[in-house]
């Protein structure tokens, strides 16, 4: 199983910030078959990103993804004040598809 | 636009069958181009994959889960459902029903997601 590992835990930034948020998995993820979601409080999860750069529709550009292997990053540029939540990013290269266990983004 | 809408008991006992339903409006889950998924969380946890199944009604479960999860799909009804038999309190948890986009490596991302419903295991 491919173990994910999201860094920080928790992340305290102000609105207008710059967020960046890894995500590392314990072996390669072939092609880049790496999500992020997002979830706030009493919602389902939200696809974000997939193939590890590619923003799902109605996703602002503020929200972007990079890396490979097993080194993954979501960023958003300038944080608004809805962009305060958990994120997740999820593999999909082999079962069980697997998610890291979330770094929490808070107001500073 | 694809809804996915949860429904099943919210309660139920140890040892005993959970038993979900997931109602899709929008689109049909006869479509190639997809897989249909249940995906859980415990109360301020993590998430966790149970399985999908695909139209022509293959499955695919999580090895941990495996002994013990049925996904099953009634294509006229437009309907997927999910049993998940000898329950214990570690399976209490937010069960979401999803989409699965389906990929040149046959796996994809999970987009969108029902809005979840609390199954407590408890006597």
């Known amino acids: 199983e491919i173990v994910l590992t999201q860094s920080p835990g928790t992340l305290s930034l102000s609105p207008g910030e710059r967020a960046t948020l890894s995500c590392r998995a314990s072996q390669r993820v072939s092609g880049s078959y790496l999500a992020w979601y997002q979830q706030k409080p009493g919602q389902a999860p939200r696809l974000l990103i997939y193939g590890a750069s590619s923003r799902a529709t109605g996703i602002p550009d503020r929200f972007s993804g990079s890396g490979s292997g097993t080194d993954f990053t979501l960023t958003i540029s300038r944080l608004e004040p809805e962009d305060f939540a958990v994120y997740y990013c999820q593999q999909y290269d082999t079962s069980p598809f697997t998610f890291g266990q979330g770094t929490k983004l808070e107001i500073k | 636009q694809l809804q996915l809408q949860e429904s099943g008991p919210g309660l139920v006992r140890p040892s005993e069958t959970l038993s979900l339903t997931c109602t899709v409006s929008?689109?049909?889950?006869?479509?190639?181009?997809?897989?249909w998924a249940w995906i859980r969380q415990p109360p301020g946890k993590g998430l966790e994959w149970i399985g999908n199944i695909y139209y022509t009604g293959s499955t695919y479960y999580h090895v941990s889960l495996k002994s013990r999860v049925t996904i099953s799909a009634d294509t006229s009804k437009n309907q997927f459902s999910l049993k998940l038999s000898s329950v214990t309190a570690a399976d209490t948890a937010i069960y979401y029903c999803?989409?699965?986009?389906?990929?040149?490596?046959?796996?994809?991302?999970?987009?969108?997601w029902g809005q979840g419903t609390l199954v407590t295991v408890a006597s």
């Open positions: 929008g689109g049909s889950i006869s479509s190639s181009t997809y897989y």
């Open positions: 999803v989409r699965m986009f389906r990929t040149m490596i046959g796996t994809g991302w999970f987009d969108p």
